[in-house]
């Protein structure tokens, strides 16, 4: 990655557009009627959501689907009459899923179904058979525990706390003790922020990545990991940049806690897996969809609509995020075939490598720094399908009158509330260090939490309505935002260390 510019560490004292306060912007409203009615009745989005995720299907970065709906959404744009293009970033090496069969042995023959977390490791065309250990991986635990690690599939946590669907609803014992082991975490995540240094999450990542470097030298066979959710649904991860020497295959909430109950009973059962993952040998490039309507009186002044193109390979990414990109495309068409003009630029971005760390995002905003001031607001789609609901201020509180003036032409679509709060996970964060404002619009969760990150992710739980109604919020806002009097001010600015790939601490690798 490339250094930050100088310009972006200046303190946010010499803002263009700081001579008019936000106290004295008003919001013109002036073409909202016209943006709505495009968006209710001529929509697009539909179509486009079922060809991304039917037809070019699940779009993990760095593989050629990936480019198949950069260059498709490419071709989108420019129907729609936007200048586009692609704007390639370093991504790191590729990964490719083969397939990957697990079987219980003991103390039952049983299949498994069973998925790669992303960037691990298969199992070299062998199928490996040995016993499940459950063990603690932790930083205090870690090395006592090593030895009981060799020729075995390791279990590293406890079951997650998933509520029975189907049962009774927790009684207030239960959501204590949930919160209970909710509030260890909280505690965790709370001293990480808390450690301005920020070693203290590169020590945790550290010794997360090295972990499975030691257990593989330990002789553990691979890892099998909580799917995390209820009725079989998988949630799974991974990065170029923690690429993992041990397969790690994430199965069934309710198969997972079945191991764990067999092993509370004194029994050890016993798998055998066989998976094939493909490693790319050498780093490559990833791109950002780019297109524009040019502004008609300060064109090199930006709004930006984001939102991320790529998505996990269980399902075909529909909720996640096919609908929040077909979305912002949507959006485009909305602005350019109603006929209006906005004074300022407006930018449509479909980042990639979203999952793998805000990869495409981060690099986007870094080859922006210089340009960051003159960056009006970047807007980002990723919570599912849902419709807006409004808009979280993200460490702006001094935007909620702004935020409530915006919504106002959508509010008899639903999207109402301005709340001071800050979302993590998306592509918005890569702006904010850079003094942007930067906003990840709520959006009511359809079942999103269920859906992400997993092999249901499908177009059958888009829902039509509510991504009109996103697509008209979203036209609407960033044109007003594209007319506003003035630049809205910057944000606090920060230094942004460069995403490197994690490398196996000294001696681990060699083994
Ligand atoms: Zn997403």
Same mark, same amino acid.
Not at 126 to 134: C, D, E, I, S
């Given at each position: ?9 200046? $303190? ?56 198949? *709906?950069?260059?498709? &959404? ?70 006592? %525990? ?10 590293? @946590? ?12 927790? &009684?207030?014992?239960?959501? /204590? ?30 010794? @997360? ?21 209820? !009725? ?8 170029? %940049?923690?690429?993992?020497? =041990?397969?790690? =295959? ?6 997972? *806690?079945? =191991? ?11 798998? #055998?897996?066989?998976? !094939? ?7 490559? !490039? ?9 502004? #008609?009186?300060?064109?090199? !002044? ?10 996990? +390979? ?8 096919? /609908? ?6 949507? *959006? ?5 075939? #109603? ?43 990723? @919570? ?7 808009? *979280? ?11 409530? +003036? ?6 008899? =679509? ?25 906003? @990840? ?12 990150? #997993? ?33 809205? $001010? ?10 490197? $790939? ?10």
């Amino acid at each position: 990655m490339r250094r930050l510019p100088l310009l972006a560490l200046l $303190p946010a004292l010499v803002l263009a557009g700081a001579a008019v306060p936000l106290s004295a912007q008003t919001v013109d409203t002036a073409g909202a009627g016209a943006l709505i009615d495009q968006a209710m009745h001529h929509s697009e989005v539909m179509p486009n959501l079922e060809h991304l995720s039917d037809i070019i299907g699940p779009r993990l970065s760095g593989s050629a689907a990936m480019r198949r *709906a950069n260059d498709w &959404t490419a071709e989108r744009f420019k129907s729609y009459g936007l200048q586009t293009h692609l704007e390639a970033y370093p991504f790191g090496v590729t990964w490719s899923r083969g397939p990957a069969t697990l079987m219980l042995q003991m103390p039952f023959t049983r299949e498994m179904v069973a998925h790669s977390w992303a960037w691990t490791a298969g199992t070299g065309g062998k199928t490996v058979t040995g016993a499940v250990v459950r063990i603690n991986g932790g930083q205090d635990s870690l090395a006592a %525990n090593l030895p009981k690690v060799k020729g075995a599939w390791v279990m590293l @946590n406890e079951p997650a706390r998933i509520w029975n669907p189907d049962g009774p609803a927790m &009684t207030a014992a239960d959501s /204590a003790a949930v919160q209970a082991a909710r509030q260890q975490q909280v505690a965790l995540f709370q001293k990480i922020r808390d450690d301005t240094t920020g070693q203290l999450l590169k020590e945790l990542q550290q010794f @997360n990545y090295d972990r499975a470097f030691r257990l593989k030298a330990a002789g553990a066979l691979g890892l099998l990991t909580d799917g995390g959710k209820e !009725e079989g649904l998988m949630t799974m991860s991974g990065s170029p %940049n923690g690429v993992s020497p =041990l397969p790690n =295959l994430v199965i069934a909430h309710e198969d997972y *806690a079945m =191991l764990a109950r067999i092993l509370a009973q004194g029994v050890t059962p016993r798998v #055998s897996g066989r998976v !094939e993952n493909t490693l790319g040998t050498r780093p490559v !490039e990833q791109y950002n969809t780019v297109a524009e309507i040019r502004g #008609s009186e300060e064109p090199g !002044e930006v709004v930006i609509l984001g939102g991320h193109l790529d998505s996990w +390979d269980l399902g075909t990414g529909t909720t996640d995020n096919g /609908a929040g990109a077909m979305a912002v495309l949507e *959006a485009a068409r909305i602005v350019a075939q #109603s006929g209006l003009k906005p004074k300022r630029t407006i930018r449509f971005v479909l980042f990639s490598g979203e999952e793998e760390g805000l990869l495409g995002s981060k690099a986007y905003a870094a080859q922006r720094a210089a340009e960051a001031d003159s960056i009006q607001a970047v807007m980002v789609l990723d @919570n599912g399908t849902g419709m807006i609901t409004g808009q *979280a201020l993200q460490g702006r509180p001094e935007f909620a009158k702004l935020w409530t +003036d915006l919504l106002a032409p959508v509010s008899s =679509l639903g999207a109402t509330k301005v709340r001071d709060a800050n979302k993590g996970g998306t592509d918005h964060l890569s702006f904010l260090p850079y003094g942007v404002p930067g906003f @990840n619009y709520d959006q009511e969760s359809r079942g999103y939490n269920h859906t992400h990150h #997993s092999q249901v992710d499908t177009y059958d739980h888009a829902v039509a309505a509510d991504l009109q109604q996103a697509s008209a919020v979203m036209a609407v806002t960033a044109f007003e935002l594209a007319n506003l009097d003035a630049l809205l $001010p910057r944000g606090p600015k920060k230094a942004v260390p460069p995403t490197v $790939p994690l490398r196996p601490s000294s001696g681990l690798a060699a083994r």
